[in-house]
DNA sequence: TCCTAATTAGGAACTATTATTATTTAAAAA
DNA sequence: TTTTTAAATAATAATAGTTCCTAATTAGGA
């Protein structure tokens, strides 16, 4: 799947400011990567973008794709899907509920919200699939790191 | 952080009842897993289940673990956070927006919904941290997967 | 109690990711 | 443009989480 080609042209422009501002440096390893990624419609895994990255430098380590994935997640050119960095968590909760995730320190807090428990699923969902469950996912900070941050 | 005696009297007989049904023995090993699970409120990984359950069954294997928890994930009995089982992917798409995740290839698919963009944060989340993005998972089968099954 | 297929323990193997180190390179300064 | 140097890279070793393999054990029906 590709992207339309104005669309990369504004990420590839975000990518070569953001680096610029954060000052690190521009590498033609880290400009292919961000490219592979950026021009995907569906959410490639380190190992899928190595891949295809190797084709125009047949040298890279498949370290560098992560060191620049994770460079990039960090400056808010990336996201990831699912937990990620984590190990996977169980769960005995089999009722309806939505979770808060910490950003800081990935905590996982369960709440109960009865106007979330029944969110309409959208028509277009509906061409994508058969929907099960809906569950809602608030990022934040919570509220222990809030203090470990205001504490420095 | 522990249940309350009752829900978990609930869950132990829907335990045993589950098992039965399916078919499979209901083993020692396989209830004081189920126990631990059951009784925390938090989100524990298969190590920390391992360490405890050894406390009381001091002979049993970290694959013992994993397996009774992915049969019971399969059962119905848990479910598991974040993406799981799955390596990380990484997503260039850095607009709101939202997933349907299917529940059998585990594809993502992103849509885009205005109501989903302006969910109100519940105030009792509030309690739990500063929220930063709120975003909708929908889980279900995909059209591709649906084929599949009616296919055979 | 006996029987047998299902399950387990223990350790080896596998897979995704990260660390180490010598070498190379981007980009600031001359 | 060339020089300089801290930052980044390639290659490979190491680590962590999870799964596989096999002989021994066990749940639950006969």
Redesign the pocket.
């Known amino acids: 799947m590709q992207i339309i080609p104005d669309e990369l042209d504004r990420r590839m422009a975000l990518f070569e400011k953001t680096?610029?501002e954060a000052g690190?440096?521009?590498?033609?390893?880290?400009l292919e990567i961000f490219r592979e990624v950026a021009s995907s419609l569906n959410h490639p895994?380190?190992?899928t973008l190595f891949r295809n990255v190797r084709k125009k430098?047949p040298?890279?380590?498949?370290?560098?794709v992560?060191?620049?994935l994770?460079?990039m997640v960090d400056l808010g050119l990336l996201t990831t899907l699912g937990a990620?960095?984590d190990?996977?968590r169980f769960d005995a909760n089999m009722e309806s509920h939505h979770h808060f995730v910490c950003s800081v320190c990935g905590m996982t807090h369960d709440f109960y919200d009865a106007g979330f428990d029944r969110l309409p699923v959208p028509e277009k969902v509906m061409e994508i699939g058969k929907a099960e469950s809906v569950q809602v996912r608030i990022k934040g900070i919570c509220m222990r790191c809030m203090r470990k941050k205001e504490a420095h």
């Open positions: 680096l610029k690190v440096k521009i590498t033609h390893q880290r895994d380190a190992e430098l040298t890279i380590s498949l370290d560098t992560y060191r620049a994770w460079l990620s960095r190990r996977t």
